[in-house]
């Protein structure tokens, strides 16, 4: 294992001293227990909009904390959940009297643990609702899943939802906002190496010279197959018409795209997948009206990438333009 490392017990609380020190304008980070709020919460009357899970992600989801998009996030172990009290913390630290929407990826110890938060805010009088993001079209019932896994389809309703609270909706609009993102899309990821947890010290998967894993999940989970190696063209048009069979999408679809690296790969190769996946859905006159291309969740130093397509009305790109500052993701401020 060759990392940028002290001690690998200590990798995530180091690293978060560091991420605190560069973005001090728009971030806190408490330690006991471990969160990264907004600098500014609780912002008085806004919905809080808080989000979390292993670190290892990065920058998902304590990079996407800040002004128009998250307003805390809970960063657990690598690859492990975050724990209840930290949700409780976090969800205390933004609420601002309008309650607070917890975003949360289907997986089965982030479910459970944002569940047991919501109790214990409950109880504290905190009112809250959860969307569960389960957009992952490669398989169902992973390793770590009851259903889909939630992947990138996570970092737009993020965005969009954070607009939404930004704008001044109430809880249950904000909520109903999130639910809508997560029924229109849809992801599917494909890796050309495994990554290797600090703390384990050795890859997660094995894939030979000559292979690579189509439908992986973010945690290194087995996809739907693995598979010769191939070129650019057919990988990308793999994974797009198996996410465009899905909802299904159609001619004449309006569609955000984002083309996202799990670590490891390029922008060099990320802008030729893009460039692909444009030219497949231009073929079934399918509009790309806005983009992402980049490492926005990751999977430690995992070569590969993943597709997100989400269908757009209006209303949703009114929300996806609305300005946003956060350590990884800006525009209009």
Sequence with gaps: MKKLLNDPQNVVRESLAGFAAAHADLIRVCFDPVYVVRADAPVSGKVGV????GSGHEPM??????????????PG??????TPNQMEAASSAVEGGAGVLQIVKNFTGDIMNFEMAAELCQARGIEGQAVIVNDD???EDSLYTAGRRGVGTTVLAEKICGAAAERGYDLSRVAAVGRKVIGKGRSMGMALSPCTVPAAGKPSFVLGQNEMEMGIGIHGEPG???MPLSKAREVTAYMA???LADLPFRTGDRVIAMVNGMGATPLME???VNGELERILAARQIAVVRRLVGNYITSLEMAGCSITLLQADDELLSLWDEPVRTPALRWGI
């Design 61 to 74: 989801h304590g990079g996407f904390v800040g002004r128009g998009m998250l307003d805390a996030a809970c």
């Design 137 to 139: 079209v490669a398989v």
């Design 50 to 53: 808080i989000s979390g899970g």
């Design 241 to 243: 018409e198996t996410i």
């Design 224 to 226: 739907r197959e693995r």
């Design 270 to 272: 990320l802008y030729l």
């Design 77 to 82: 172990q690598v690859f492990t959940s975050p």
